[in-house]
């Protein structure tokens, strides 16, 4: 696709760009906020605040191959390059229009921001679950009914029961742990919910064992 220019990335033929007007760089245009920084939500920062991974549990969260998802929470994030990025996608045609040409992310570039796998075995379960009894294998506890909604568990409650080992803390106590540390990051981060406070418990059965957790995709 041609394009305008070195200083104008907008292609030559628009017919294309259909959601225009509803695109996001319009409205920073047509508003006060065009000489702001976007800012989007990180509930990952925030659960990172209330929970700092203790250095016991860090070899469960390595073998389940998440330690690089825990390390993008200490990451500073170029905001002035994200409203940029954000001002050149467009939803027609899922690529950023750059001088350069167009770009996308692939899932490669997923993998290797993220340290996950992408050919792997493929991730399957169900959503019919026993919480008080998969809570209290897994996990070690059985959420209060507040801190649950329906099959989701609030990550503040994963906090408050499982952030703070015993110094004394057998091996089993520190997979629990580490369990709920994992799934309090795929709430906040991988699989955030518009508030990034519950995690569904969908995604516990698979932390049963962290080995086998590292072959999935």
């Known amino acids: ?23 996001s760089p319009t409205w920073l245009t047509q508003s006060r906020y065009f000489q702001e920084v976007l800012h989007p939500r990180r509930q990952m920062r925030a659960f990172l ?22 390390r993008l929470g200490h990451i500073i994030i170029d905001w002035p390059l994200i409203t940029c990025l954000v001002e050149r996608w467009r939803p027609e045609t899922h690529t950023f229009y750059v001088p350069v040409g167009e770009m996308t992310i692939m899932l490669q570039d997923v993998a290797i921001i993220l340290g996950l796998r992408i050919d792997g075995a493929t991730v399957t379960g169900t959503c019919v679950l026993d919480v008080a009894g998969l809570c209290g294998e897994l ?25 703070t080992p015993a110094p004394d803390a057998d091996e089993v106590a520190l997979q629990r742990s580490a369990r709920g540390f994992i799934l309090a990051l795929i709430g906040s981060f991988l699989f955030a919910d518009k508030k990034g406070v519950h995690v569904h418990l969908c995604f516990l059965p698979l932390l049963r064992d962290f080995m086998q957790r590292s072959s999935y995709s």
């Open 139 to 163: 996990l070690g506890v059985i959420p209060p009914d507040e801190a649950l909604r329906v099959s989701a568990i609030s990550i503040r409650c994963l906090c408050q029961q499982l952030s």
């Open 49 to 70: 605040s209330m929970w700092r991974m203790d250095p016991r549990i860090r070899l469960y969260v390595i073998r389940a191959g998440f330690y690089g998802i825990y």
């Open 1 to 23: 696709m041609a394009f305008r220019g070195l200083h104008d990335a907008d292609p030559l033929d628009t017919s294309v760009l259909v959601l225009q007007d509803r695109h």
